[in-house]
């Protein structure tokens, strides 16, 4: 049960927000503000406050305010068995208290229920505040390609009838010519690529398109990147945010490029560009979904570099696909890892080359 009254946002209320945070403004920027009356417990006052994000003001009513305004702030006891019953309550901000420890697969849930929580640690946490962090930073060996070379090497892989300029090469990889002439220049002296002509009109062909593929497979394999496991209504999701961009990858994307493989238990690999001032936990509840390890069937990889949403292509049903050269890399994070990629080296082969992609 609620502990006391809901703030109502009646008049009363909005002189509260107004006189408190013209009066913090003087001091410092305010992140987020929680007036309670004086029935709201010691423990709940003193953890709350301990926050830097947070100041905590006496006022008789309960409320939390931050700058797009004042909600009404529903105080509950709970325990941990209570917790998968907890549902938000939209216009109302709701704290728990809870009689018990929160891990962060739980902790993390709470929040993209925008349901704030205070355990019996002393960990709190309010809506509006940084999100627990879930994904998992990957170490694995390190690799000889990255970020912009990377993708100059994808474009290789994924284009080989092409007869490239470094120019031409730098401008589609969006970097320096630099960039794409060291990679050329290494991928020439293995005898991957072949030359003709000089200076300005010197031009590079693919001449072996599958034994490209192959050292790309060895060289370009994931080595440190930031992924979130998580449940998502839609695995296949068509965002609408702006700046928010995501493309299918690994073997998910490979079953719509028809060229399936099979990995294991399927959690659709998703890679994401962030809209600016957003973060990958915050993804999830943009598509309506939760932060979940246990119950995933999605993970999304943060894609900064661009390695998927760039060149990604739409498949014969309509989904928004990485390109092949990523697909194939991003089987190295399934289940079968080895094994999955090489199978889809082997259809690639058979498939011809890249088909024209539709973006």
Same mark, same amino acid.
């Given at each position: %049960?609620?502990?006391?009254?809901h703030f109502s946002g009646n008049g009363a209320g909005n002189t509260i927000f107004a006189r408190f945070s013209l #009066?913090?403004?003087?001091?410092?920027?305010?992140?987020? %503000? *929680?007036?309670?009356?004086?029935?709201?417990?010691?423990?709940?006052?003193?953890?709350?406050?301990?926050?830097?994000?947070?100041?905590?003001?006496? +006022?008789?009513?309960? +409320?939390?305010?931050?700058?797009?305004?004042?909600?009404?702030?529903?105080?509950?006891?709970?325990?941990?068995?209570?917790?998968?019953?907890? =549902?938000? #309550?939209?216009?109302?901000?709701?704290?728990?208290?809870?009689?018990?420890?929160?891990?962060?697969? =739980?902790? !993390?849930?709470?929040?993209?229920?925008?349901?704030?929580?205070?355990?019996?640690?002393?960990?709190?946490?309010?809506? !509006?505040?940084?999100?627990?962090?879930?994904?998992? /930073?990957?170490?694995?060996?390190?690799?000889?390609?990255?970020?912009?070379?990377?993708?100059?090497?994808?474009?290789?892989?994924?284009?080989?009838?092409?007869?490239?300029?470094?120019?031409?090469?730098?401008? @589609?990889?969006?970097?320096?010519?630099? #960039?794409?002439?060291?990679?050329?220049?290494?991928?020439?002296?293995?005898?991957?690529?072949?030359?003709? !002509?000089? #200076?300005?009109?010197?031009?590079?062909?693919?001449? /072996?398109?599958?034994? &490209? @593929?192959?050292?790309?497979?060895?060289?370009?394999?994931?080595?440190?990147?930031?992924?979130?496991?998580?449940?998502?209504?839609?695995?296949?999701?068509?965002?609408?945010?702006?700046?928010?961009?995501?493309?299918?990858?690994?073997?998910?994307?490979?079953?719509?490029?028809?060229?399936? *493989?099979?990995?294991?238990?399927?959690?659709?690999?998703?890679? *994401?560009? =962030?809209?600016?001032?957003?973060?990958?936990?915050?993804?999830?509840? %943009? &598509?309506?979904? *939760?932060?979940?390890?246990?119950?995933a069937n999605a993970v999304l990889i943060d894609d900064r570099d661009g390695l998927g949403w760039r060149e990604a292509?739409?498949?014969?049903?309509?989904?928004?696909?990485?390109?092949?050269?990523?697909?194939?890399?991003?089987?190295?994070?399934?289940?079968?890892?080895?094994?999955?990629?090489?199978?889809?080296?082997?259809?690639?082969?058979?498939?011809?080359?890249?088909? +024209?992609?539709?973006?």
């Amino acid at each position: %049960m609620p502990l006391n009254e809901h703030f109502s946002g009646n008049g009363a209320g909005n002189t509260i927000f107004a006189r408190f945070s013209l #009066t913090t403004s003087y001091n410092r920027v305010m992140a987020l %503000m *929680v007036t309670l009356t004086l029935s709201a417990s010691d423990a709940m006052r003193s953890a709350l406050s301990a926050l830097p994000e947070v100041t905590v003001v006496a +006022a008789p009513a309960n +409320a939390l305010i931050s700058e797009s305004g004042p909600e009404p702030l529903s105080l509950q006891r709970v325990g941990l068995g209570q917790i998968k019953h907890l =549902t938000s #309550t939209p216009g109302i901000a709701q704290l728990m208290q809870i009689d018990g420890v929160l891990d962060d697969a =739980t902790a !993390g849930r709470l929040e993209d229920s925008a349901i704030g929580y205070l355990d019996s640690a002393g960990r709190a946490w309010l809506p !509006g505040m940084q999100r627990t962090s879930l994904e998992r /930073d990957t170490r694995k060996r390190a690799r000889s390609l990255r970020g912009a070379g990377l993708r100059v090497a994808q474009l290789l892989a994924d284009d080989p009838q092409q007869r490239w300029t470094e120019r031409d090469l730098a401008d @589609r990889a969006k970097t320096s010519t630099s #960039t794409a002439h060291n990679l050329l220049e290494r991928l020439e002296g293995q005898g991957l690529m072949q030359r003709t !002509g000089h #200076t300005r009109g010197t031009v590079r062909t693919v001449p /072996d398109p599958a034994a &490209l @593929r192959r050292w790309l497979a060895r060289n370009g394999q994931p080595s440190r990147l930031r992924r979130l496991a998580c449940w998502l209504p839609d695995p296949h999701p068509e965002p609408t945010t702006v700046g928010l961009r995501m493309v299918l990858t690994g073997a998910a994307a490979a079953a719509e490029l028809g060229m399936p *493989v099979l990995t294991g238990p399927p959690r659709t690999l998703l890679r *994401v560009k =962030t809209p600016q001032g957003t973060d990958l936990n915050d993804i999830p509840s %943009m &598509l309506h979904g *939760v932060r979940d390890e246990a119950g995933a069937n999605a993970v999304l990889i943060d894609d900064r570099d661009g390695l998927g949403w760039r060149e990604a292509q739409r498949s014969s049903s309509g989904a928004l696909v990485a390109p092949r050269s990523r697909v194939m890399l991003d089987l190295w994070l399934e289940p079968r890892g080895q094994a999955a990629v090489d199978a889809f080296l082997d259809l690639w082969g058979h498939t011809g080359y890249a088909a +024209a992609a539709s973006r």
